[in-house]
Nanobody, 119 residues
Framework: QVQLVESGGGLVQAGGSLRLSCVASGRTFSGYTMGWFRQAPGKEREFVASISWTSSTYYADSVKGRFTISRVNAKNTVYLQMNSLKPEDTAVYYC?????????????WGQGTQVTVSS
């Protein structure tokens, strides 16, 4: 079992920045692909960014150039640095872990942290 705990959400003005953190309990964290997803009210959860065990990164088009995902394996932590925030970035942000490299599904999820961007 892997437990994920997000933090760092809050209220920010458009154009501002936030950094989200996700701490994982897994002993093999360094081998996981980690991802960030978000869900706005009334909408389905959508992919934001991911980082593999090799630190390869991938971003949704909507956040490219603004968000940066990173990880510090020694701290079992993945980060999402969010810059130039827009009101449409408002959502609950979830951290997720893919613990089986042969499966493209994320099998563990955090509780979420609210990000609100005001105009």
């Amino acid at each position: 079992q892997v437990q994920l705990v997000e933090s760092g959400g809050g209220l920010v003005q458009a154009g501002g920045s936030l950094r989200l953190s996700c701490v994982a309990s897994g002993r093999t964290f360094s081998g996981y692909t980690m991802g960030w997803f978000r869900q706005a009210p009334g909408k389905e959860r959508e992919f934001v960014a991911s980082i593999s065990w090799t630190s390869s990164t991938y971003y949704a088009d909507s956040v490219k150039g603004r968000f940066t995902i990173s990880r510090v394996n020694a701290k079992n932590t993945v980060y999402l640095q969010m810059n130039s925030l827009k009101p449409e970035d408002t959502a609950v942000y979830y951290c997720a872990a893919e613990t089986d490299s042969s499966n493209n599904e994320y099998d563990y999820w955090g509780q979420g942290t609210q990000v609100t961007v005001s105009s």
